[in-house]
């Protein structure tokens, strides 16, 4: 009986570890950490987030012209979702700037061109099975990142224009 709650316990702890194994990080280690020392920068941060999404977008059409294989299509679903969590990562920064009234107009203006670099991309891609819910889930998250930049940018317009001297700062401060 020791032996089963010995062995059970070793399973239970065992699988969370497993899974970690498996969960996909979207930025390199190099990457997260600029991305960390640039947390107190909004416009630099959001410029990053746009390279690096730049990056993965740049990797995502050169898969586009590879001959078709299995392989092929197992890289571009892992890219997609990458670039998928990485679009969600960069609307939530993206929320916690506005929610702070940091000043974010300059760097949603790159962001804006980015998007529809990257939607283009995405529309590029062809329609194969494989990758199809990897697909979905990056136009998805491309459109989420898309309105909120919008409404951001609508909000930030009317809040400056009512609070002048609180332009250019990475966060609201009280006065």
Same mark, same amino acid.
């Given at each position: ?14 699988? !969370? ?5 498996? =969960? ?17 920068? !909004? ?7 746009? =390279? ?76 194969? !099975? ?30 400056? =224009?009512?609070?002048?001297?609180? =332009? ?5 401060? !009280?006065?």
């Amino acid at each position: 009986m020791r032996t089963f709650a010995a062995i059970f316990f070793s399973l239970l702890i065992a699988a !969370p570890l497993a899974a970690q194994k498996d =969960k996909r990080e979207p930025l390199t280690e190099a990457q997260q950490d600029q991305i960390a020392e640039l947390g107190d920068t !909004p416009i630099a941060r959001v410029g990053l987030y746009v =390279k690096f999404l730049d990056d993965h977008s740049d990797t995502i059409k050169g898969l586009t012209t590879r001959a078709r294989t299995i392989a092929r299509i197992q890289r571009l679903n892992g890219e997609l979702k990458d670039f998928a969590a990485l679009i969600d990562e960069l609307d939530d920064n993206l929320d916690v700037y506005s929610e702070r009234k940091a000043d974010i107009r300059k760097s949603l203006k790159e962001l804006n061109e980015g998007i529809a670099r990257w939607q283009s991309v995405l529309h590029g891609l062809p329609s194969e !099975p494989g990758f199809e819910l990897s697909l979905k889930e990056a136009f998805d998250s491309i459109r989420d990142l898309s309105d909120s930049a919008k409404q951001i940018t609508a909000d930030q317009e009317a809040y400056f =224009k009512a609070h002048p001297d609180e =332009k250019n700062q990475d966060r609201y401060e !009280p006065k």
